[in-house]
């Protein structure tokens, strides 16, 4: 793109650093000596995506290797899109400022549902076809991944292909095949076909679904020979030298997480049955000492954060994590580098190590029950007892902390009023505890926020409608009823975004129609309550003959097969019927890094083991 273009453009939008490019250790090849071109693009603002940990592994990853280059591209905010409109402007990579249609690939990332109509709008922007089968030679492939890429059907008809799992390696294979594919001057279905056969690619176009007359799903099948059945996740062994970087790009701009982030393992064994994330990211995968260590050395040589935070989808539960706190304190407390641990679980927290955390600077601390009885918190195997809570805010106002934040999830399976009542009974409590420990009344805080439950492809409760609108309506009323008082905050989420999320976490690749049609009435931004349009949704719906509650409020049958029912995260369907059926009777499953092995499948079936670096007795489980 002209830079004098550029310029003009940019005078007329909010916060232009967004689409200049040229921060700290952002990487500009030399166009015309890399053999192979990608844009990662990330479905939602520079803030939101610069945040996002996979981008800068994938980033590094790629812009590794001689013969390939990663650009980045940001959805545009409304006022930059107007801008690219009126003048014609295709959508560009912030690194070169080339227009997406000269890449070779163009890479999304698919973290939340209510991000997909900005995939469509971005590739319109490119001013490539929307719809992949409309694409011809000279167009970039477009491919996705992360986690919404696990029921990737809603997207099945844009997207060209699907990288299931961690793409640390299988991009690789990929970008490799595509070098081969082009000296051979195949056609586009060549690739698609020869990519297909890549362990962990779904080429969506090479399946075919068939459906009852009661339109539910009779088969999913692929279309040619030689293309999987199911698709199996890819997977990193020896994780503790998988690729990291260490020289991350430093944005200009605040973002969400502005701070050095140090993964510490990857995969979580809990076992929460409505989690979708602790069954694709299993196993177990911890980094040594030594090299967590190592790359924080490197991260504060290469960075000017302040803060170190210790990433993981439950980073007490590392088996070395108080290890590895206490030394990085020793080395950069003095600098004024804080630590922070974003997510804890309140049985895995201990006062003496939030102390430790916090020597530096002193933040809020955040603690997930999830439910507010214990039979409930039992058919969702969180774990935790209300004494685990209480021991924890006890020893968190003791220490001179003087406000917390409590998460639930309302609509979970077999849910009455009293699990409401349960929520809210904890969370007076918490006000008790805070009051008996003498925390200044003005003080004192409790921040309640409650989200509603969204049934997740793969996870134990996949088969689980989810609540009406006017029931959730009506429980978030019921508890802002209980949930008064000045030392209480109470905040929930709005239904019609967790309707509509739970519309595409389970639906099947006729959502396509309706996506498009969405998309072409003007929804945006979908994640943002400012920008949600729920009104234009149920138009697109009612326009594309589609019935969303039939998605949102189905229960589906073991038997049934899922729109899912391809993709392979390893863990077993059997499994989870069987979790399914636990919960149902309110048992619990154990956590296989404590105890014996709960046979979820996914071990033996992909060849890979539990990689821990502290050994069980260090453990804080």
Known sequence: MQSPLLEKILKKVEKPARYVGGEWNSIQKNWDEVAVKMAFAFPDVYEVGMSHLGLQIMYHVINSREDALMERVFAPWIDMEEQLRQNQVSLFSLESHRPLRDFDFIGFTLQYEMSFTNILNMIDLSQIPIR????????????????????????????????????????????????????????????????????????????????????????????????????????????????????????????VHDRMMLEVFRGCTRGCRFCQAGIIYRPVREKSPETLLKQAEELVQNTGHDEISLTSLSTADYSQVRTVISELLNRYASKGINISLPSLRVDAFSIEMAKE???????????????????????????????????????????????????????????????????????????????????????????????????????????????????????????KSKLRGRQIVFNWHEPEVSFMEAVFSRGDRRLGAALEEAWRLGCRFDGWSECF???????????????????????????????????????????LEREHKQAMAGHLTCDCRKEKCPGCGLCPSLDVKIELHGGEDNAPL
């Open 132 to 255: 992949s089968k409309d694409r011809g030679g000279q167009d970039p492939f477009v491919i996705a991944g992360g986690p919404c890429a696990y029921n990737p059907e809603p997207l099945a008809d844009f997207i060209d292909l699907f990288v299931i799992g961690e793409g640390e390696d299988v991009t690789g294979e990929l970008l490799d095949l595509y070098l081969d594919w082009r000296n051979k001057k195949e056609t586009r279905q060549d690739f698609l076909m020869r990519a297909a056969q890549i362990e962990g690619i779904y080429v969506p176009s090479l399946y075919r679904v068939n459906y009852r007359e009661d339109g539910s799903i009779l088969a999913i099948d692929p279309v040619e020979e030689g293309v999987f059945k199911r698709v199996t996740k890819r997977l990193l062994s020896d994780f503790d030298q998988a690729p990291f970087p260490t020289s991350p790009i430093v944005p200009y701009l605040g973002v």
């Open 533 to 575: 349009k729920y009104d234009k949704w149920l138009e697109a719906f009612s326009r594309t003959g589609l019935d969303p509650k039939w998605y949102a409020y189905r229960r589906f049958k073991y038997s049934d097969v899922l729109p899912w029912e391809h993709i392979n995260p390893g863990v077993t369907k059997k499994y």
């Open 357 to 479: 955390v916090q020597k530096v600077r002193k933040s809020g601390l955040t603690f997930a029950p999830e439910a507010g009885t214990q039979r409930l918190r039992d058919v969702i195997n969180k774990g935790v007892t209300e004494e685990d809570l209480i021991n924890a805010v006890s020893g968190a106002f003791e220490a001179g902390w003087s406000s917390v934040k409590l998460y639930f999830m309302i609509g979970l399976p077999t849910e009455t009023d009293e699990d409401l009542d349960g929520i809210a009974r904890l969370a007076h409590k918490v006000v008790e505890i805070g009051t008996e420990k003498k925390v200044p009344r003005n003080r004192l805080k409790v921040t309640v926020s409650a989200s509603s439950f969204v049934p997740k492809a793969h996870s134990a409760f996949q088969w689980e409608p989810q609540d009406r609108l006017e029931e959730l309506k009506r429980k978030q009323d019921y508890l």
